[in-house]
């Protein structure tokens, strides 16, 4: 079968050193809106007359212009008969902007590269309009680092369910916590504070009623420099709490965060703090609240990437029905014993063969500590 007409294939290997510049360019800004962007994705875009950048831009927040439309209005008339570097398939559909690909076509921009395509846009016929206007339009440059930047937004558009990160902290010896459940603080300072950069590009930070109950956790995104430049996290805070605990004064119901509680069907709020948090009904699986369903949910309500900060139990579920994407892990150079609270809760295993190997995407020093990320 062949390819429909909008995919364009066109190799990395038949662009120029410069059109790698360019778009190695207009990634880095991109990642300015690392923080701030969501639900959208994250996009950069170079506007150059061969060598020169005539002008650039990204996306900063949803609901504000897109990076296209920033280049272009940097570039001004130079933008005529130059190149486009942009890191996502422009939009061809009509939200809260106007599309920028009709942008591009108005600016009469001579060529379009693009990093990857978006399937949500696919009904918007983007590159379709560009081509038919004369642009000669490639994409597949550099897609995969494009990729790597949205991880979120793809895993919802085309999986249906956000991009799932398991963050977890544990002694040399695989453990999390004393065996009296006390954990604080297994890291150091320096990999608490990285920790922070990671929840804030995070759609929703999710926890379980037990590490509520055991910790009280704020689960705010608590990042200087966003504070500084008076940024607002758009991070949601969700809690699996099947029967609706979670106590009165618990710091997930401050109300200073959004807050989703998943419950099961029947459950019956105790108190009036629960007004502070959207309580959302999802059916049980053995005893359990359908995982399945909440992150289907969750995608639904444009959640892209969620980092889980919870205990053995919930974390362990969650990479055993094949939902975790990645482990973001940092390790402390301290020693619990063999009676501490292990990592993940798993069912037993009777052959070596039948363990789960992951590979190693990332690993350094954090302060005293190390942070390994792992994917399968």
Request: with cysteine.
């Amino acid at each position: 079968m062949s390819a429909p007409s909008h995919e364009l294939r066109a190799p990395e290997s038949g662009y120029s050193v410069v059109d790698h510049l360019h778009m190695a360019r207009a990634l880095r800004l991109a990642e300015r809106g690392l923080y701030t962007t969501q639900p959208n994705p994250r996009v950069g875009c170079v506007i150059a007359q061969g060598e020169e950048v005539v002008g650039e831009g990204w996306h900063e927040r949803a609901g504000e212009p897109h990076a296209e439309v920033f280049a272009l209005r940097s570039a001004g008339a130079r933008a005529q008969g130059a190149t486009a570097y942009v890191t996502l398939e422009p939009c061809g559909l009509h939200g809260r902007t106007p599309p920028c690909a009709d942008a591009l076509i108005e600016s009469r921009v001579a060529r379009v590269v693009i990093a990857g395509e978006d399937v949500f846009q696919r009904n918007g016929g983007a590159i379709e309009r560009m081509r038919a206007a004369g642009i000669v339009v490639e994409s597949g440059l550099m897609r995969d680092a494009a990729r790597e930047l949205n991880r979120g937004f793809f895993s919802r558009v085309e999986r249906g369910r956000p991009w799932v990160r398991l963050k977890l902290a544990m002694s040399l010896d695989g453990r999390t916590a004393l065996a009296n459940g006390e954990s604080k603080w297994i890291t150091g300072a320096v990999a608490r504070d990285d920790v922070q950069h990671w929840r804030a590009q995070s759609s929703a930070i999710l926890t379980g009623i037990g590490t509520v109950l055991a910790d009280d956790p704020h689960l705010s995104v608590r990042l200087a420099s966003m504070q500084n430049q008076g940024k607002p996290s758009t991070t949601t805070r969700i809690v699996l709490d099947r029967e609706l605990r979670t106590p009165a004064g618990a710091k997930v119901l401050d109300h200073s965060v959004s807050t989703l509680i998943f419950h099961a069907h029947g459950a019956k709020p105790a108190h009036s703090d629960f007004d502070r948090a959207e309580l959302i009904a999802v059916e049980t699986r053995d005893g359990r609240l359908d995982l399945a369903q909440v992150l289907e949910t969750l995608a639904a309500r444009k959640v892209n990437e969620l980092q889980v900060e919870a205990g053995p139990t919930l974390c362990g579920a969650l990479l055993q029905g094949g939902w975790a994407d990645e482990l973001l892990l940092y390790v402390a150079p301290i020693v619990f014993g063999d009676r501490a609270r292990p990592l993940l809760a798993l069912p037993d295993l009777t052959e070596v063969t039948q363990a789960r190997r992951l590979r190693i995407v990332d690993q350094r020093r954090i302060g005293d500590d190390i942070r390994i990320l792992y994917r399968e």
